[in-house]
């Protein structure tokens, strides 16, 4: 009788997980396609578009923090059965789009030009950087709803639907860039030679594909909530629901303000790695955006252990909450150990993919395999974080983050580049650092909750 529990709570667990690995693989291939396109054209256009990605992070970690309150209040009226408070807190999540969305479209548009001078970007290229920024946060709203309502979907256990709107983002976002970012040019296929149209565009015809793409995204994913049998805001009262707001707002706050002082830690992390030069700046956003594809089942497994957590905590089951860190957190640990010994064996060619520069090889080829050691212990630390964000406890993960962020990180970087010149290996020396950290205070967590994981959620 176990055994079929563990079967198919396997099953589940994977049935949630796997569409957003694929959302996550389909997403990172595309950033790879992305850094492959713009570093052909040079390693000032791969430093350009690279140095202000962490602004990226930090604007969509800021609104992934209000999708987490709703998808823990969603997840847990799930498993209480309530399908109609989960239908109302979609339309507070539909509100918090507009607000939150207008909001930051106003202020990435009026900040683009300071942003790139607040990064320490070489002058040389803070123009086309400026441009690029101000791109690809016109559709700012959409992108919003893209990231808010897919937590919303998911926190229903409908995974599926965010992977299918990502896949088609990203498949708008490569057609456009092929035909956008080179110019007119002859190509051969199986031996005939034709004549591709190309707007020529560079760096900027980058950032229109980009932004086209996720100007798409958000339309179709509102068009899908809304026609969603489960969680659609139709027929709910377009105003301000309290009952709703309070307890997601308890949830997302702690996280706003984790995913803030993370984020804004990977802007200080970034600035500094900046003024090492443009080889550092292009080794780390190569060295980036390798490691991202690495850390696809570790998300993909959070989102699952976040919704199950939630149902398993909204029905107030123990014992499924213990069955399911028995199997969400070996499965988690062999895969990130196979993740990052394939990491630190193809470490060289992958980076080879985007810079033909052999210093930039060199240099990401050695942070990229000294992360790869870390990456089991990170994957730990990310389930035990998804199941206390499912059950509603956001503060100590706060905590955790930021001290880890600013008191190893941070503070370690600015010893080792400014004070010590020890250049980008000491940056991601500190990196690995912090998550280390990470690991012994989440494992600490867990042991201390180990007889009753629903206490993870006090």
């Given at each position: 009788?176990k055994?079929i529990k563990?079967?198919?709570?396997?099953?589940t667990?994977m049935?949630l997980?796997?569409?957003?690995?694929l959302?996550?693989l389909?997403h990172?291939?595309?950033?790879?396609?992305?850094?492959?396109?713009?570093g052909?054209?040079g390693t000032a256009?791969?430093?350009?578009v690279?140095?202000?990605?962490?602004i990226?992070?930090?604007?969509?970690?800021?609104?992934?923090?209000i999708?987490?309150?709703?998808?823990?209040f969603?997840?847990?009226s799930?498993?209480?059965?309530?399908?109609?408070?989960?239908s109302?807190?979609?339309?507070?999540a539909?509100?918090?789009?507009?607000?939150?969305?207008?909001?930051?479209?106003i202020?990435?548009?009026?900040l683009?030009?300071?942003?790139p001078v607040?990064?320490?970007?070489?002058?040389?290229i803070?123009?086309?950087?400026?441009?690029?920024?101000?791109?690809?946060?016109l559709p700012?709203?959409p992108?919003t709803?893209?990231i808010?309502f897919?937590?919303?979907?998911?926190?229903?256990?409908?995974t599926?639907?965010p992977?299918?709107v990502g896949?088609i983002?990203?498949?708008i976002n490569?057609?456009?860039n092929?035909?956008?970012i080179?110019?007119t040019r002859i190509?051969?296929?199986?031996?005939?030679?034709?004549?591709m149209?190309g707007?020529?565009?560079?760096?900027t015809g980058?950032?229109?594909a980009?932004?086209?793409a996720?100007?798409?995204?958000?339309?179709h994913?509102t068009?899908?909530?809304?026609?969603h049998?489960?969680v659609?805001?139709?027929g709910?009262?377009?105003s301000?629901?309290i009952?709703i707001?309070r307890?997601?707002?308890k949830?997302s706050?702690p996280?706003m303000l984790q995913?803030?002082?993370t984020?804004?830690?990977?802007?200080a992390?970034?600035?500094?790695i900046?003024s090492l030069?443009?080889?550092?700046?292009?080794?780390h956003?190569?060295?980036?955006?390798?490691?991202?594809?690495?850390y696809?089942p570790a998300?993909g497994?959070?989102t699952a252990?976040?919704t199950?957590s939630g149902?398993?905590?909204?029905?107030?089951?123990k014992?499924r909450?213990n069955?399911?860190?028995?199997?969400?957190?070996?499965?988690?640990i062999a895969l990130m150990?196979?993740?990052g010994?394939?990491l630190?064996?193809?470490a060289?060619?992958?980076?080879?993919i985007?810079?033909k520069?052999a210093?930039?090889?060199?240099?990401?080829?050695?942070v990229?395999?000294?992360?790869?050691v870390?990456e089991p212990?990170?994957?730990?630390s990310?389930?035990?974080?998804g199941m206390?964000?499912?059950m509603?406890n956001t503060?100590k993960?706060?905590?955790f983050s930021?001290?880890?962020m600013?008191g190893v990180?941070?503070?370690?970087?600015f010893i080792?580049?400014?004070l010590?010149s020890l250049?980008?290996?000491?940056a991601?020396?500190c990196m690995?650092?912090h998550n280390?950290?990470?690991?012994c205070?989440y494992?600490?967590c867990f042991?201390?909750?180990?007889k009753n994981?629903l206490e993870?959620?006090?």
């Open positions: 009788m055994a563990d079967r198919l709570m396997f099953n667990i049935g997980a796997w569409p957003t690995m959302e996550h389909m990172t291939g595309v950033s790879y396609i992305d850094t492959a396109m713009v052909s054209l256009a791969t430093a350009a690279g140095s202000t990605t962490t990226n992070w930090l604007l969509n970690g800021t609104i992934s923090a999708g987490v309150g709703f998808l823990s969603i997840a847990r799930c498993g209480a059965g309530d399908k109609k408070a989960a109302r807190a979609s339309m507070q539909v509100i918090s789009v507009l607000v939150a969305g207008s909001f930051f479209t202020l990435t548009l009026s683009s030009g300071i942003i607040w990064m320490q970007v070489d002058e040389s803070r123009p086309l950087a400026a441009r690029y920024f101000f791109i690809i946060y700012m709203l992108r709803a893209s808010i897919g937590t919303v979907l998911r926190a229903a256990g409908d599926k639907t992977m299918k896949i983002v990203n498949l490569v057609a456009l092929f035909l956008l080179y110019p190509i051969e296929i199986a031996g005939n030679s034709y004549t149209f707007a020529g565009l560079g760096v980058a950032a229109i980009s932004a086209v996720f100007l798409w995204g958000g339309i994913i068009a899908v909530l809304w026609r049998p489960m659609s805001p139709k709910q009262k377009f301000l629901d009952q707001l307890p997601c707002v949830v706050f996280n995913m803030f002082g984020s804004l830690g990977y802007v992390f970034a600035a500094m900046n030069g443009e080889i550092s700046t292009a080794a956003t190569i060295a980036n955006t390798v490691e991202s594809a690495f696809i998300y497994m959070q252990a976040a199950l149902n398993a905590y909204g029905a107030k089951d014992n909450m069955r399911l860190a028995r199997m969400f957190i070996p499965i988690e150990a196979v993740s010994s394939v630190f064996l193809l060289p060619r992958l980076v080879m985007f810079s520069s210093d930039v090889i060199l240099l990401g080829t050695t990229l395999r000294m992360v790869a870390s212990f990170y994957g730990f990310i389930i035990v974080e206390m964000i499912g509603g503060k993960p706060f905590l930021v001290l880890g600013w990180r941070i503070i370690g970087t080792c580049t400014s010590l250049g980008l290996v000491s991601w020396a690995i650092a280390l950290l990470l690991f205070l494992l600490m042991i201390k909750a180990r994981l993870m959620g006090k």
